[in-house]
């Protein structure tokens, strides 16, 4: 039995994250990952050039059912924080829009830099290291049976993140974990994930993929703007995989084709401009030509706007403008950057991720139900929750 103050397990950006922060204070730590290596998915991220943080993530940017959760661990470790790991590791980075900070080479640098303060803090890596059992030495820390052995440890950290991706390797380890020791789970679901359609909306739509537009999508209150990706089987872009957290089975969206104009309006004072206008050429003007032509044989008579009576032309205008759209489901954890819900928040400790029930059990990253958007936002909770635990064990 090998005994160590510390296991992490899930080598990707919370467990190397929490596994460094308790080296440096002195704390003998082994991390187990099942994989072949570590960071896959940092590896992976932001088209390889990893999306690290984001200048503004604060918790108006994360879904949890306790949203009050994550501030205290977001406040105590900042974009900033990690931004000054970065910068004395000399990563060059830069801004891509609305505070994503992206590597300039590699998302390799992240994941060396993060090997590399691992190594100095004596982090021992164990990698093609399945977990065979946990057990609990009642208030006297755990035994972990592993592959490679059983080690003995006072605090126990779980980074083994979610669902998506599960060629990536990711499991439901954590959750049943979790279970396991009598803490409740948030029910679990794809997020940051493409919408798909069936039946007749997937017939209206299909035959465009590759078309892209800025718009805005609208689901449960919450909308987000930014780009729309017609797809083989639905939507995606960056309005979309935002939208898919809050899009729950059965709730209808609206896009927004046109979100920088008022289409009925600009539809009336184009008739009486030219009321020749035919309304294709109308929307060819403001729509890919493809599109136009959809809407125009699926939805809209083409007719000159002057045959198009007032009502007629406010319809199309506010059905640009919002357009509700039947959703039959996402494309699921095959091709989801997150997942929604996990360890329920009231269990943990928001201070230090530890359970409540179970001392020296800590859950980091997105194993926890918090769930960042899309822009950097799921890394930096990543850090700090890790950052939080690591600081405690
Ligand atoms: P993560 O999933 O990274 O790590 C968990 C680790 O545990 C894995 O290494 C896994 O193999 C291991 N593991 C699982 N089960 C185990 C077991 N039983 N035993 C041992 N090990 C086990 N976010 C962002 O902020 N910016 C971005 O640019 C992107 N881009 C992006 C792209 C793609 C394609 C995806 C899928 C996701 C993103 N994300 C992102 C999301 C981000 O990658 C994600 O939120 C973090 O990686 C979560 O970090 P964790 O360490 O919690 O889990």
């Given at each position: 039995m090998f005994s160590c103050d510390v296991v992490v397990i899930g080598g990707g950006a919370a467990g190397l994250m929490s596994a460094m922060v308790a080296g440096q204070r002195g704390r003998r730590v082994v991390l187990i990952e099942h994989?072949?290596?570590?960071g896959k998915k940092i590896l992976m991220s932001g088209g390889g050039r990893c999306n690290f943080t984001n200048l503004y993530a604060g918790p108006d940017n994360y879904l949890s059912s306790n949203p009050h959760f994550c501030k205290s661990a977001l406040a105590r470790y900042t974009p900033a924080d990690f931004i000054a790991l970065v910068e004395r590791h000399r990563i060059a980075y830069h801004e891509k829009e609305l505070g994503q900070l992206f590597c300039d080479e590699s998302s390799k640098d992240i994941v060396r830099m993060l090997l590399s303060e691992c190594e100095t803090a004596g982090v021992n890596i164990l990698t093609e290291c399945a977990v065979r059992s946990v057990e609990s030495l009642e208030g006297d820390g755990f035994v972990i049976d592993t592959a490679r052995g059983r080690f003995q440890t006072e605090s126990l950290v779980i980074a083994s993140g979610g669902l998506s991706i599960p060629k990536m390797g990711a499991t439901g380890f954590g959750y049943a974990l979790a279970r396991q020791f009598g803490l409740s789970v948030v029910d679990t679901r794809a997020g940051l994930v493409p919408l798909t359609l069936s039946g007749t909306p997937l017939e209206d739509w299909e035959g465009l993929p590759g078309i892209a537009i800025d718009a805005a999508a609208t689901a449960n209150g919450t909308d987000f703007r930014g780009g729309l990706l017609w797809t083989h089987r639905g939507f995606s872009g960056p309005s979309i995989l935002q939208i898919s957290s809050y899009w729950k089975s059965g709730d209808t969206l609206h896009l927004n084709l046109l979100p920088e104009l008022d289409a009925a309006d600009d539809l009336l004072s184009a008739r009486r401009d030219q009321p020749r206008l035919r309304l294709r050429q109308w929307l060819d003007a403001r729509l890919p030509g493809r599109l136009a032509q959809r809407l125009c044989a699926r939805f809209f008579e083409d007719r000159p706007l002057a045959q198009l009576r007032d009502a007629a032309l406010r319809e199309i205008g506010q059905q640009l403008n919002a357009w509700p759209i039947v959703v039959s489901g996402t494309e699921g954890y095959r091709t989801a950057e997150v997942t929604l819900g996990g360890v329920d928040t009231r269990e943990l400790s928001s201070s230090t991720m530890e359970s409540r029930r179970v001392p020296g059990l800590y859950f980091v990253g997105e194993v926890v139900d918090v769930t960042g958007w899309l822009g950097g936002y799921n890394f930096q909770w990543a850090w700090a929750s890790a950052q939080a635990a690591g600081a405690a064990v």
């Open positions: 994989a072949k290596r570590v």
